[in-house]
């Protein structure tokens, strides 16, 4: 098994930042080890709601399917994560941070299946310099005004706008 848990903490309100990296198909674009990422479930971000994932490791496509496997709006999103030789958790915390901006942290935790168990003290090793990478790319794009990110569809700082919207 290997770990990864950092905190940082990101411009912007808690609802912002939390609907961004909910929609786990935006990790495409501040993680530099995935691939690919897509959403392959309808409708809003939710408990079941699905994810292909494709990460790059040691110079091979890994596909991975996600699913949320727990969702608390603007506090915490829960990702598991299946292919042919891993599993993963990655759990993502929220809250507001002292002084404004949002506190995030990241645990994640990637088990081998199989053989790979063997290499569990190695993949530690790679993971945390994966994490730290992905971690760096996190702070850059959480630095980004929101709507150069886009925020996750029908997520809560969308649904804040709808009602904001409608009632001018």
Known sequence: MARYRASLVAPGPVDEVFDY??????????????????KTT?????????????SAFFGREVPLRYEV?????????????????????DTLTFAAAPGGGTKLTYDAVLT??????VFDPALQLAFWWLGRQALAGLARALAKPPRTRRAARGGTAARRRGRRARAA
């Open 21 to 38: 990296l909910a929609d786990f198909a935006n990790a495409a674009k501040w993680d530099p080890g995935i691939v690919r990422a897509r």
């Open 42 to 54: 309808r409708g809003p971000v939710r408990v079941g709601t699905a994810f292909e994932i494709v």
């Open 69 to 89: 496997t727990a969702l608390e709006p603007g506090r915490l999103v829960v990702f598991e994560g299946e292919g042919a030789s891993v599993r993963s958790v």
């Open 112 to 117: 081998g299946k199989g053989v790979l168990r």
